[in-house]
C-alpha cells in the first residue's frame, strides 16, 4: 500500500473511503472538516449511541454522494486522556483490516484531528501498513484484495511526511521479516537464508558465508553439532553494514531453519511450528536491510549460526561433549538446547570483530513464555545502559521487552560434571539458565539477550498483527539502532 501526504479538503478528496479517527465524546471535533451534511449524518449516528468512539469500534456509512469519498469510517481511539501511541497504531489496524476486507482499493485517512491532539498520525499509518500483510505465496487462489494507496490528509509538515516515511520503511521491514519465517522449513534451509543474506550485499553491506570447513577451522564446535543430523549443509553468515564510523554493534540471530529437538526428539503437536525457530536471524537480515535503505548512521554486524537441528544416523547425542570457539567444553545433555549451541560460537566469533556491543536475539526456551505469556520478550544482559535504552525501544514500539535476573547462583545450575558447563540445567528456571550460558559467552562485552520465543509467531489475530509471524524485534532493534547513532 501506497502511502501519500496532500492537502485537501477531506470532503473533496476522491476515495473509497475516508477514515475520521475519533475519540468518545468528542464528534463534535471531527465534523467540521467534512461539511454540514455528512456531519449531520454523523452526529445522528453517534447521538443513536451507535457510536461511540470506544477505542477500536468502528462503524462505517456510504455518503450517497454528500461528499466525495464514497464511505467514511469512524474509527474510535476510545478516550481522550487514556489515548496512546499504541491504540493509535490499533485503531490503524483495524480500520485497514476492514476497508481492505471489503475490497476497497484507495483509501484517506484525515490526520487533522490526531494532529490537533498532539498525537502523531504516523502511528497510525503504522498499524495500517502492518495489519495488511498478507503470506500467500502458497496459495493458488491469490485473492485480488489488498488496498493499494491511502492518502494522509494534512497540511503539509516536514515532520509527518518524515515520520511517515519512516514506519512505512519499517513497516515492509517487517513484512520483509515475516516472509521469511512463515516460509516453511523445506524452502527455508540454511542455503536458502544464506542466500537471502547475499541478495542484501550491495552499497554499503557486504555478506560473508562461511561453509561447514571454514567453520571448522574456526573452531565452533557447538555450533556446527546442531545440524550433524541433517543434510541440510550449515551456512554461519556473516554480513556487516557500515554505515558510520566507531565500533559495530553486533546483532546475533538464532537461525535453526528447523527445530525437531534433535535426539532429544520433540512431541510431534505443534512440531510444525518450529519452522519459526530461525526468527531471530529473519530480524537481524531485516533489520540490516533497513539500515541499509535507510543509511542509518552506525557500523552493524550481523551473524545468523544457520543450521537445522533434526535426528539422523550422524546426530549428535546426549552426553556427547563439543569445543566452542574460545575453548570452553560444553556437554549436550539434551540436544533440543541446540540455540544456545550455536549461539555461544556465534558471540565468541562476534567478540573476536571487537564490537561496542552484542544483542541476540532468538526463539530460545519455551520456558519464556510460561513466564511472560504472549505479551512480552525476556531480557537479560550484563550492560545497564544497554538494558535500559532496550527498555524505551520497547515501550516506544510496544515490543516490550521484561528484564530478568542473571543472579550468579544460575551459574551452578549448568555445572557439568565432566565438561566445562553443560547445556541445560533442567526445567527449573530454564529461561534465566539459558541466557545464562550465553552470558558466560560473552563475557566482558555489553550484551543483551531477547528472548523471542514468547511472541514471535501469534496464535490468534490482533489488531495490528494476524496469526502466524509477527516480525517482533525488528521495530523494536531499529528503533533502539535509529536513537542508538
Ligand atoms: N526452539 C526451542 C524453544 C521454543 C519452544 C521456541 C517453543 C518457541 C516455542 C528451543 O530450542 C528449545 O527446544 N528449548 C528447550 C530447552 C530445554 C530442552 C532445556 C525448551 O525450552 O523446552
Ligand atoms: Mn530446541
Ligand atoms: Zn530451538
New binding site residues.
Given amino acids: 500500500m501506497k502511502v501519500y501526504l496532500k492537502d485537501i479538503k477531506e470532503a473533496d478528496c476522491a476515495s473509497d473511503a475516508l477514515i475520521l479517527p475519533l475519540c468518545e465524546g468528542d464528534a463534535g471535533a471531527s465534523l467540521k472538516y467534512i461539511g454540514p451534511a455528512a456531519g449531520s449524518l454523523i452526529k445522528k449516528i453517534i447521538s443513536s449511541g451507535e457510536f461511540e468512539g470506544k477505542h477500536n469500534q468502528m462503524t462505517l456509512l456510504h455518503t450517497s454522494d454528500m461528499i466525495r469519498p464514497d464511505r467514511i469510517l469512524l474509527a474510535g481511539l476510545g478516550r481522550k486522556k487514556e489515548i496512546s501511541r499504541e491504540k493509535i497504531r490499533q485503531a490503524g489496524g483495524k480500520a485497514a483490516s476492514l476497508l481492505a476486507g471489503l475490497g476497497l482499493k484507495d483509501i484517506a485517512l484525515s490526520a487533522r484531528y490526531l494532529s490537533s491532539l498532539g498525537h502523531l498520525p504516523s502511528d497510525f499509518v503504522e498499524g495500517s501498513l502492518l495489519a495488511v500483510y498478507k503470506f500467500s505465496k502458497y496459495k493458488s487462489d491469490k485473492e485480488a484484495k489488498g488496498l493499494k494507496s491511502m492518502m494522509v490528509i494534512s497540511r503539509p509538515d516536514k515532520h509527518l511526511r518524515e515520520s511517515i516515511k519512516w514506519v512505512t520503511a519499517l513497516a515492509s521491514t517487517v513484512n520483509f521479516a515475516k516472509d521469511l519465517i512463515n516460509t516453511p522449513s523445506n524452502d527455508m534451509t540454511p542455503g536458502r537464508l544464506a542466500d537471502v543474506a547475499k541478495s542484501l550485499a550491495k552499497g554499503k553491506v557486504s555478506v560473508r558465508v562461511l561453509e561447514r570447513k571454514d567453520s571448522e577451522r574456526e573452531g565452533m564446535g557447538a555450533y556446527l553439532s546442531v545440524s550433524k543430523g541433517s543434510v541440510e549443509p550449515p551456512k554461519f553468515i556473516v554480513l556487516r553494514y557500515n554505515g558510520g564510523d566507531g565500533a559495530p554493534v553486533a546483532l546475533i540471530g ?1 537461525s ?1 531453519t528447523f ?1 525437531s ?1 534433535g535426539i ?1 526428539i ?1 512431541p510431534g503437536e505443534g512440531m510444525e ?2 519452522k ?2 530461525m526468527a531471530g536471524g529473519a530480524v537481524v537480515l531485516a533489520v540490516i536491510r533497513l539500515a541499509s535503505g535507510y543509511k542509518l548512521p552506525l557500523n552493524l554486524i550481523g551473524i545468523l549460526p544457520a543450521a537445522e ?1 533434526l535426528p539422523g544416523g550422524s546426530a549428535s547425542k546426549p552426553g556427547d561433549i563439543v569445543r566452542t570457539i574460545n575453548g570452553k567444553t560444553v556437554e549436550i545433555i ?1 540436544t ?4 544456545r549451541l550455536a549461539l555461544a560460537d556465534a558471540i565468541g566469533y562476534a567478540k573476536k570483530l571487537k564490537p561496542k556491543a552484542i544483542i541476540d536475539i532468538a ?7 510460561v513466564a511472560l505469556g504472549n505479551e512480552a520478550i525476556a531480557m537479560m544482559g550484563n550492560d545497564d545502559p544497554l538494558i535500559s535504552r532496550m527498555k524505551a525501544a520497547g515501550d516506544e514500539t510496544y515490543e516490550r521487552v521484561w528484564q530478568m535476573p542473571l543472579y550468579e547462583e544460575y551459574g551452578e545450575y549448568i555445572k557439568s560434571d565432566i565438561a566445562d558447563i553443560k ?5 527449573t528456571g ?1 529461561l534465566v539458565t ?1 541466557a545464562y550460558f550465553l552470558k558466560e559467552f560473552a563475557g566482558e562485552v555489553p550484551w543483551v539477550h531477547l528472548d523471542i ?1 514468547s511472541v ?2 501469534a496464535d490468534k489475530d490482533r489488531p495490528y498483527t494476524l496469526k502466524g509471524a509477527t516480525g517482533v524485534g525488528v521495530r523494536l532493534l531499529s528503533t533502539l539502532l535509529k536513537e542508538m547513532k
Fill in positions: 538464532k535453526i527445530d529437538g532429544s520433540k511450528k518450529m519459526y525457530d537441528n539434551n533440543d538446547a541446540e540455540g526463539t530460545l526456551t519455551g520456558a519464556c513464555s547445556n541445560t540445567g533442567g526445567k530454564s539459558a520465543a514471535a509467531w
